[in-house]
């Protein structure tokens, strides 16, 4: 199911680079006195590094902290760092890829007709948040149904979740104490635990880099210089919301690496991919502006609705924070002081 949604991603960029022939080419902009390559670059060179490194703290520190009691997936204190990354991602979606890609689209360079006549970064991200809840439910049907054939109940080993054989009839067979209607409900959540961990890692890959592509494209040292320390901040904290995904989520020690590790090299990757090609990627192009545009609205559905429905809601409805409202008022502190770090930031990034 992921890779349809990848695919949805290259076929929205193919689509706008077609429409690429109506438009003419619109002029860079003045330089303000901060455009200096020269200087850039060992500004794109620490941006690389310390962007990896804060990525990878973000990332991975749920998940080497799981043999800490107080800050497990059953104690408060983890569904409260847990709100405040949602609140990060949230703040991301609707502070930085949103209104970036109305700017791109609303941009004097394109035509009149059709980017100033339609809300084209509304509708993309509109779209976008409908595939992914197609893409959300669809993956969730088909993890159970291929485990309801062979595998499906887990029962607790270390590391990774082994699977409870369930035959034809319906009969369960473990190799211990039996919980049936326990385990089939742990089950059930450990996938959609899954197809949370999988759909949130594609949506902050495809925006990571686009975000590192127009870094390393740029030569305006003023403007990297707020962009290392927002990028730093933000990845760390949108790392800690995805790590703690893939800790609920169980896998093996190779898929947790995996995923950590293509979350942490995304958006040095497109730091670099941008410095390779920034004698030809102009920011103010027609290309550039509606290609990334657009991919910046897509991003930004699939982040909000990651955000406020398998995030924030499922957490905020389930029976642990809806039986202690005194835990419920801290998480909506911890999302609040989220969002507002976050949004703080948009004055920088």
Known sequence: MNC?????????????VQVLSV?????????DGCTDKKKALPLKIIAIVSILVTSMIGVCLPLVTR?????????????IVKAFAAGIILATGFMHVLPDSFDMLSSSCLKENPWHKFPFTGFVAMLSAIITLMIDSMATSLYSKKHTTGTVLPESSGGDREMAVVDEGGHNHFHGHHHGPKLAVEGSQLLRYRVIAMVLELGIIVHSIVIGLSLGA??????????????????????????GCILQAEYKFIKKAAMAFFFAV???????????????????????????????????????YMALVDLLAADFMGPKLQGSVKLQLKSYVAVLLGAGGMSLMAKWA
Do not use: W
């Open 4 to 16: 349809k949604l990848v695919f949805f991603f290259i076929i929205l960029a193919n689509l706008s």
């Open 23 to 31: 438009v003419k080419e619109c002029g860079d902009e003045d330089d």
């Open 67 to 79: 043999s800490i009691p107080a800050l497990s997936p059953e104690r408060s204190l983890f569904v």
């Open 218 to 243: 740029s030569n305006n040292t003023c403007s990297i210089k707020g962009l290392v320390a927002a990028l730093c901040f933000h990845q760390m904290f949108e790392g800690m919301g995805l790590g």
């Open 266 to 304: 995304t958006t040095p990757f497109g730091i670099a991919l941008g410095m390779a090609l920034s004698s030809s990627y102009k920011e103010n192009s027609p290309r550039s502006l509606i290609t990334v545009g657009l991919l910046n609205a897509s991003s930004a559905g699939l982040l909000i």
